[in-house]
């Protein structure tokens, strides 16, 4: 499991959506998932800082890699 996202976070999301209990493993799992859309995003927003020729990721190279993600999930 990684370190990135704090456990303590997940529990507080888990708990601020409704949850009154949070097991460890969804917690454990929240973060897992979490870290893996922001890694896609990321090496998203990099990539457009690229093609800006930058070497700077900007806050609207996150927000347009994330409508772009976003756009890719179908909706339930």
Wanted: glycine share 4%.
């Amino acid at each position: 499991m990684s370190e990135e996202l704090s456990l303590a976070a997940m529990y507080r999301i888990l708990r601020k959506s409704g949850g009154e209990r949070v097991s460890e493993e969804a917690a454990e799992e929240l973060s897992r998932i979490l870290e893996e859309i922001g890694t896609r995003i990321a090496r998203d927003a990099a990539q457009l800082a690229v093609f800006a020729k930058r070497k700077t990721v900007r806050a609207e190279d996150v927000r347009m890699a994330a409508k772009r993600y976003m756009s890719q999930i179908p909706s339930a």
